[in-house]
């Protein structure tokens, strides 16, 4: 993990548990005494890392899911909630951490499938951040 995935990781998830009314922000899905996933939650994924600074320039490109988990009749509701992690990342406040500089986020896909279960909806949005050690 380079010093920046830290910072960034850090920053997003600072960004999204300030969202009134999205469930709990996690970095792990949350489980019950049975093992089994207690609904509904937000949850950061994966981070992939893609250097693109030149030569001696630590500038990276962070490419990172958010994953809104729940059990509903309705899809809306899932909708909903990636309006909401949409608007704050990309139309919010900046995304900050006193590490790193970051640009805004850019949302570059989104599904919202129904499980096999019939009743858990997963909203899978992709977006991509610009992170740079602060000065």
Known sequence: MTDLTGATQKAIFQALSSVVG????VSEVPVNNDGQATYPFTLLGEDQ???LGAKGEQIEQHDFAVHICMQSTTKIVVKV???MVRARLVDGALIADDRAIFSRP???SASAPLLE???TY???QIFFIIAQPAS
């Open 22 to 25: 999205l469930p709990p922000v």
């Open 49 to 51: 890392v893609t250097p």
């Open 81 to 83: 909630m990636q309006e």
């Open 106 to 108: 850019e949302l570059t």
């Open 117 to 119: 279960d019939g009743a």
């Open 122 to 124: 997963v909203g899978t």
